[in-house]
T-cell receptor, first 109, second 113 residues
């Protein structure tokens, strides 16, 4: 079966750096997405990786290793507003999105 | 500003009643999707439509129905046949290209008692 694994919850301190991991086993691979979702709100797009390596976008970076079935989202200079759930989703060989359950990130002052 | 509007934000129904959730987009996107989000689970695809007057079942279509009569609109009906309808429902759309990200509405929280 297809599977996406992310930690359920993480806690970090304001101003620090946090890395949220995502491992996947899917039938084929056509890209990996990260979304941010504040409680009760719409998920919003953060990043897309299809080739190995690091993609940087301001305070957020996303890394992909296709051979390891692994990605991470790196958040720097954490702010209180970064408290949210972070969803990892993989597009399989049929171009269908397979979603992880999300990682709830709690930022403490 | 372009976006996706879902209404209402909260919906309460009695068991045995059908209920329709609205989804409208003004992004000029061809593809639209309905997902269900439950605690501790990833988003699950209910139905999707890639063009007007055409739609396909997703992974959990049983107990749901949709229509796509207009490009802008993709309403979802939760029927009485859906055994566990209480959930957070998200509508999304996407543009051309396989790597086009999804744009989501703010969701409708449906509670059936």
């Amino acid at each position: 079966g297809q599977n996406i694994d992310q930690p359920t919850e993480m806690t970090a301190t304001e101003g620090a750096i946090v890395q949220i991991n995502c491992t996947y086993q899917t039938s084929g691979f056509n890209g990996l997405f990260w979304y941010q979702q504040h409680a009760g709100e719409a998920p919003t797009f953060l990043s897309y990786n299809v080739l190995d390596g690091l993609e940087e976008k301001g305070r957020f970076s996303s890394f992909l290793s296709r051979s390891k079935g692994y990605s991470y989202l790196l958040l720097k200079e954490l702010q209180m507003k970064d408290s949210a759930s972070y969803l990892c989703a993989v597009m399989d060989s049929n171009y269908q999105l397979i979603w992880g359950a999300g990682t709830k990130l709690i930022i403490k002052p | 500003d372009g976006g996706i509007t879902q209404s209402p934000k909260y919906l309460f129904r009695k068991e045995g009643q059908n209920v329709t959730l609205s989804c409208e987009q003004n992004l000029n996107h061809d593809a639209m999707y309905w997902y269900r989000q439950d605690p501790g689970q990833g988003l699950r695809l209910i139905y999707y439509s890639q063009i007007v007057n055409d739609f396909q079942k997703g992974d959990i279509a049983e107990g749901y129905s949709v229509s796509r009569e207009k490009k802008e609109s993709f309403p979802l009906t939760v029927t009485s046949a859906q055994k566990n309808p209480t959930a957070f429902y998200l509508c999304a759309s996407s543009g051309q290209g396989d790597n086009s990200p999804l744009h989501f509405g703010n969701g409708t929280r449906l509670t059936v008692t």
